[in-house]
């Protein structure tokens, strides 16, 4: 016996785990691939037109998830509501006429321009080509030029190299003018123009894609006082194609001066005579948007007033544009559906153990979050306006995405057995340690750290609405199963969802959840924001 006893407990040592607890178990045991199934079925179906934020299909999710809440007996905790509103302002930036040398050029198909700006009118008979627009020590595209108030046309990809060499670095590794996003644009406009046509290769892609889209609009969060005028220049994205028809009367194409400029390292700035015309406006417009807010109390009266928060986002992309080919329907069943299917059935799992007796001693809040895909536009309203307060909020769960094999895993598909887990420890070693004895313990898949870093070149850490919680100082986790061919396109679909995978994967959660809510104390909070 007790040779028994020595061995189970070195056996602990070596894996990490910890004793199981029973309880535990048999309510983590009612996460099953087969009610997740049922309701990502629902949530992912064509009905919900992919659940696009301000749109019909949102706002079906969005009663369907409340419709779930209250069903489970939690609690609508915003004035006997489970919908928190969070008010959206929908601004989209019109261009009503764009002409060059007496052709029109239409926004979306020959050019695409974004942002605000209030409304305008610009004309002029000459440009300005500044090449890359660079203003570096050994090469400056603006030395001795003056473009305030000018139109000018900008190369924005790429600098000067010949034979493998940047003229910039004066080695093969490109400069921080290319690597660095925005700066050039950041730099141009702080000479202040009066229009900027920006020509990257890139350009007749982006249109192909995603050109019907725009214009559509762009949807932040509606503040108290009025917007500030934008008193910076347009930019207007245009094709290699629209960038020679400006040049026409220098006698060179786009190409030709752009080779011009690598070949001899040199500037070709030149002030070009073309007719150039345009007339803008921003059109603004009230949107309606909902975060989906469950309560369930705890049950201990010492610690019942701190709170855990697991978060998921109900909302998708939508439709593709009116006219398109084939399926249009963006469903999302990953994105986030299975998050959102997720915390339904973590939700359960703690209800069915209260009504049993086995309520959780802390608080849990459920938040379904909007406007994530706009910009975690639900997430940001909620921390700034939060139902609870954030000093009393012990951590943010955050579920994004676990119903697939990410891109790192097709190898081993049959095989997979793994979450990534994003920002557990940046706030709290704590957090980090909860999470893996519950893995160690009960769920026993491998914690991937790959993107578990602020720097890492996705910036998946700043990417779901967990970061909106970080950066009040809130702990938080987030799981997430790495993008995929299907991220953001139509066939995400509920057929490619792995549902064994995704129950075991909300097991953890809800593991983690478990130890959080009952544990004496609440994770310190000993890392940087």
């Known amino acids: 016996m007790r040779k028994t006893i020595l061995l189970l407990a070195l056996t602990a040592l070596l894996t990490g785990a910890y004793a199981q607890d029973r309880t535990a178990m048999k309510y ?31 706002d079906k999710a969005a009663h369907y998830v409340a419709d779930e809440f ?40 020959e050019f695409y321009a974004t942002g605000s700006a209030t409304a305008g009118t610009i004309s002029a008979n000459e440009i300005v080509f500044i090449g890359y627009g660079i203003g570096a020590d050994n090469y400056d595209d603006l030395k001795g030029t003056d473009i305030t108030g000018k139109v000018v046309l900008i190369i924005t990809d790429g600098e000067p190299f010949a034979n493998g060499i940047s003229k910039i670095t004066g080695t093969a590794t490109r400069s921080a003018w290319t690597t660095e996003r925005g700066k050039r644009i950041q730099f141009i406009m702080s000479k202040n123009p009066k229009l900027v046509l920006a020509v990257a290769s890139n350009v007749a892609a982006n249109l192909k894609r995603f050109g019907s889209q725009i214009g559509a609009g762009r949807l932040s969060i509606k503040k108290d006082a009025p917007a500030t005028p934008r008193t910076q220049a347009v930019v207007f994205n245009i094709t290699p194609e629209l960038a020679t028809a400006l040049l026409k009367n220098s006698g060179n194409t786009y190409e030709q001066l752009r080779s011009a400029i690598d070949e001899s390292g040199e500037p070709k700035t030149q002030v070009v005579k073309a007719a150039v015309s345009t007339s803008y406006a921003t059109e603004t417009r009230d949107v309606k948007a909902v975060d989906v807010v469950g309560f369930l109390p705890g049950s ?5 007033d701190e709170v855990l928060v697991i978060s998921a986002h109900y909302d998708h992309i939508g439709l593709l544009p009116e006219g398109t080919k084939g399926d249009r329907v963006n469903n999302g069943a990953d994105d986030d559906g299975s998050g959102t299917t997720g915390i339904l059935e973590i939700a359960k799992a703690f209800t069915q153990a209260k009504k049993e007796g086995h309520g959780p001693r802390r608080s849990i809040l459920f938040l379904g979050n909007v406007g994530e895909e706009k910009g975690l536009l639900g997430s940001e309203y909620y921390t700034d306006h939060p139902v609870i307060p954030l000093a009393n909020t012990i951590a943010d769960l955050n579920i994004d995405m676990i119903g697939r094999i990410g891109n790192e895993y097709t190898g081993k598909a049959d095989s997979a057995n793994y979450v990534y887990v994003i920002g557990s420890s940046m706030l709290s070693t704590d957090l980090h340690k909860v999470n893996e004895q519950a893995n160690n313990t009960y769920t026993r898949l491998d914690l991937d750290y790959k993107y578990d870093d602020p720097n890492d070149p996705n910036r998946f850490y700043y990417r779901s609405d967990h970061y909106n919680f970080a950066k009040h100082g809130v702990p938080i986790i987030f799981y997430f199963n790495g993008v995929h061919p299907d991220y953001h396109q139509v066939g995400d679909e509920v057929s490619k969802i792995n549902f064994p995978l995704l129950a075991k994967r909300a097991q953890l959660v809800f593991y983690t959840a478990w130890n959080l809510v009952n544990a004496n104390t609440r994770p310190v909070v000993d890392g940087k924001k």
Do not use: C
Request: net charge positive.
């Open 70 to 109: 209250k069903k489970l007996g939690l609690q609508p905790p915003v004035n006997g509501s489970y919908f928190f509103d969070v008010p959206l302002v929908e601004n989209a930036f019109k261009v009503n006429s764009f002409i060059v040398n007496g052709t029109p050029y239409t926004n979306g198909k």
């Open 28 to 58: 983590a045991q009612s996460i099953t691939p087969e009610l997740a199934r049922k309701h990502l079925s629902i949530l992912a179906s064509d009905e919900f037109e992919g659940r696009e934020t301000g749109k019909p299909g949102a």
């Open 300 to 304: 201990d009266p010492k610690l019942k």
